[in-house]
């Protein structure tokens, strides 16, 4: 998994920067990786999803929203298929509380 992708976001964060096109490049690149044509077509409605969200509130869970990311990167990268589901599942409950 390219790590490069969670370390853009967390340094466009880090930096108050705007990092929507990064978490969106991270979301892709997992539905990508998971191979899985009906994962992968639900993500332009996600995408849209979390720029509504930003756009309308205001509010980006800026820090939970690196560590999920960074939880669920390195779950993968390390093979660990249940820690992964484990923080992505998470990740959607932090999303759910939102809206």
Do not use: W
């Amino acid at each position: 998994m390219r790590e490069e992708i969670c370390n853009h976001l967390e340094t466009a964060a880090q930096k108050g920067d705007s990092y929507f096109q990064h978490d969106i490049t991270f979301h892709n690149y997992i539905a990508g990786c998971s191979h899985n044509l009906v994962i992968h077509s639900f993500f332009p409605a996600i995408n849209q999803g979390i720029l509504l969200q930003e756009h309308v509130t205001q509010v980006r869970l800026k820090d939970t929203t690196i560590k999920i990311h960074r939880r669920i990167f390195q779950a993968l990268k390390n093979h660990h298929p249940s820690e992964a589901e484990e923080a992505m599942t998470l990740h959607l409950l932090h999303v759910k509380e939102r809206f």
